[in-house]
């Protein structure tokens, strides 16, 4: 085989109270990439969508996450890609953690699957240090992995794939952009003991929640005291949006990773729908354009289609 075709799954990442460490996947949007293996030891981009994002491989998310895999198996071919992005970036449910992963499953897939996920996710680190500006792995191991993960540690790497009830998510993108990179800029360096216990308080009681599929539980666990009230500002009508969201149903929600895009969990697609409704109606008096998602959680992760 020297072709393969994969989606690549949008993520929600620190699901309100878990910064940097938890994350989900979502069935839609997904990037669609395809990977041939040629005989050079380069790196070839091209793609078939009008977001603009580099070609040159030092400079593309797909292209420094390939270049480190190559460099670990350091033999004489490279990989041509050509990539659809259905993730928009910028957006704040996992762009570039979808580009990194869907190169390096695609490429694994073609190398007869020599590396496991966790080493996907090493060579993946290297793209989203090239968009952020940091190591984290909480869109990435969710997008590799599918379902709700938990990155216990990023150095060295420690996954722990989550039980979780059925489970549905609304996403509202609002048609601008926050960079990753300057939503954790404007991050407190130290925080009270206080807000931390009650932060990870939370997050066990989240973790707790899912495996016991306890929605009530979930809902009072989904808070943030220490990166949400930093990060809000710069999300128009953000406050609004999510109390919509919990007042039509939603089991809970927030930012969506760094932003702007805002998510709520509801038990049901009907209820997410419901909050979809009532997200875009209050959203859409802002007058900034938007688009909204209502998606299952992805159980797969990247997948060969
Ligand atoms: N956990 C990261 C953050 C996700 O909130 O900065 C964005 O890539």
Same mark, same amino acid.
């Given at each position: 085989?020297?072709?393969?075709?994969?989606?690549?799954?949008?993520?929600?990442?620190?699901?309100?109270?878990?910064?940097?460490?938890?994350?989900?996947?979502?069935?839609?949007?997904?990037?669609?990439?395809?990977?041939?293996?040629?005989?050079?030891?380069?790196?070839?981009?091209?793609?078939?969508?009008?977001?603009?994002?580099?070609?040159?491989?030092d400079k593309n998310v797909a292209g420094v996450t390939l270049r480190a895999m190559l460099d670990a198996?350091?033999?004489?071919?490279?990989?041509?890609?050509?990539?659809?992005?259905?993730?928009?970036?910028?957006?704040?449910?996992?762009?570039?953690?979808?580009?990194?992963?869907?190169?390096?499953?695609?490429?694994?897939?073609?190398?007869?699957?020599?590396?496991s996920k966790l080493e996907l996710i090493e060579f993946a680190m290297a793209g989203e240090m090239l $968009?952020? @500006?940091?190591?984290? &792995?909480?869109?990435?191991?969710?997008?590799?992995? %599918?379902?709700?993960?938990?990155?216990?540690? =990023?150095?060295?790497?420690?996954?722990?794939?989550?039980d979780h009830p059925p489970l549905f998510a609304t996403v509202l993108h609002p048609q601008i952009e926050?960079?990753?990179?300057?939503?954790?800029?404007?991050?407190?360096?130290?925080?009270?003991?206080?807000?931390?216990?009650?932060?990870?308080?939370?997050?066990?009681?989240?973790?707790?929640?899912?495996?016991?599929?306890?929605?009530?539980?979930?809902?009072?666990?989904?808070?943030?005291?220490?990166?949400?009230?930093?990060?809000?500002?710069?999300?128009?009508?953000?406050?609004?949006?999510?109390?919509?969201?919990?007042?039509?149903?939603?089991?809970?929600?927030?930012?969506?990773?760094?932003?702007?895009?805002?998510?709520?969990?509801?038990?049901?697609?009907?209820? $997410?729908? @419901?909050?979809?409704? &009532?997200?875009?109606?209050?959203?859409?008096?802002? %007058?900034?354009?938007?688009?909204?998602?209502? =998606?299952?959680?992805?159980?797969?992760?990247?997948?060969?289609?």
């Amino acid at each position: 085989m020297d072709q393969i075709r994969v989606h690549s799954p949008a993520t929600v990442s620190n699901v309100v109270c878990g910064f940097d460490c938890l994350g989900f996947a979502l069935s839609e949007p997904y990037d669609d990439i395809t990977l041939r293996l040629i005989d050079e030891p380069i790196i070839k981009i091209r793609h078939n969508d009008s977001y603009g994002l580099p070609t040159d491989p030092d400079k593309n998310v797909a292209g420094v996450t390939l270049r480190a895999m190559l460099d670990a198996v350091d033999e004489p071919f490279g990989f041509d890609v050509e990539i659809t992005k259905g993730i928009k970036p910028g957006s704040g449910i996992g762009s570039s953690a979808a580009s990194a992963c869907s190169a390096v499953v695609a490429a694994n897939e073609l190398l007869e699957r020599r590396f496991s996920k966790l080493e996907l996710i090493e060579f993946a680190m290297a793209g989203e240090m090239l $968009a952020s @500006g940091s190591r984290h &792995a909480d869109n990435l191991a969710p997008c590799i992995y %599918g379902g709700f993960v938990l990155v216990r540690s =990023s150095q060295p790497l420690d996954v722990i794939e989550l039980d979780h009830p059925p489970l549905f998510a609304t996403v509202l993108h609002p048609q601008i952009e926050i960079k990753t990179s300057e939503a954790r800029a404007i991050l407190p360096r130290e925080v009270p003991l206080a807000a931390a216990v009650r932060n990870w308080s939370n997050l066990g009681a989240f973790v707790a929640a899912l495996s016991k599929g306890d929605t009530e539980l979930m809902s009072r666990a989904m808070r943030d005291e220490i990166v949400e009230p930093a990060r809000s500002s710069l999300i128009p009508g953000f406050d609004d949006v999510v109390q919509a969201g919990l007042g039509a149903g939603a089991v809970g929600g927030g930012i969506s990773g760094s932003g702007p895009s805002m998510f709520m969990i509801s038990a049901s697609r009907e209820a $997410a729908d @419901g909050v979809a409704a &009532a997200m875009s109606e209050v959203y859409s008096r802002t %007058g900034i354009e938007f688009n909204t998602y209502v =998606s299952a959680i992805d159980p797969d992760g990247v997948r060969v289609v």
